[in-house]
């Protein structure tokens, strides 16, 4: 970029003030979002270690696994656009789960005997301890379907997570390069704006003592 916009040899404090305003305030957009974008993914990548940490308690506890389900969807929404990664890594465990879900057997709630029409509370159960059905009487209601996470799938899921949290950690090591480059160039130009006005006040005073 010319410094000189006037048509004029002459380079005014001023000038070049308003040359190194330009140039750093582009630089500074690009390092901004350079910024950002780092502290998304570093955040992405937290996510991902978040959802193998679940899966691991979820293989020692054998717990339901509609918590991770939730879990991926929403690091699925929040991350999966900026990073494809997330969506790679996620979407297909995510889609087994659902699938999982689908299949998986629906059971009715237990209810205690002291708890079933007829009885009193404290008291025997006049009734084999199953709720009885028919009209009139109360049907447990069904409670939603469980799954769990085994061995493999533990193992499986938090390779395939690792792989693609070493992948954004390479991305943010090249990305704070180009952080470090921004910075730099910014140092560049402010110490060239800083030696050009030097130069001039130098030739401005060269000038007036000439006069003198």
Request: aromatic fraction near 4%; glycine fraction near 6%; proline fraction near 5%.
């Amino acid at each position: 970029m010319s410094i000189n916009t006037t048509g004029s040899n002459y380079m005014s404090n001023t000038s070049i003030l308003e040359w190194m305003e330009l140039k750093t305030e582009t630089l500074y957009g690009k390092m901004k979002t350079a910024m950002d974008q780092s502290n998304h993914r570093v955040a992405a990548e937290d996510a991902l270690n978040d959802i193998k940490a679940k899966v691991d308690d979820l293989k020692a506890s054998g717990a339901d696994a509609a918590e991770l389900r939730q879990s991926i969807n929403d690091t699925i929404a929040k991350y999966g656009a900026e990073f494809p990664e997330v969506g790679e890594v996620l979407q297909p465990i995510a889609d087994e789960l659902s699938k999982r879900y689908e299949v998986a057997p629906r059971v009715r709630q237990q209810i205690p005997s002291n708890n079933l029409p007829g009885t009193r509370s404290g008291s025997m159960a006049v009734s084999s301890g199953s709720a009885p059905t028919g009209p009139g009487k109360l049907t447990p209601p069904l409670l939603p379907p469980k799954v769990k996470i085994t061995s493999d799938d533990a193992e499986r899921w938090t390779k395939e997570i690792g792989n693609k949290v070493d992948t954004l950690g390479k991305q943010d090591q090249l990305g704070l390069i180009y952080i470090q480059d921004f910075n730099s160039q910014l140092s560049r130009t402010k110490d060239t704006a800083s030696a050009l006005m030097a130069a001039a006040d130098k030739a401005s005073d060269n000038i007036v003592s000439h006069i003198g």
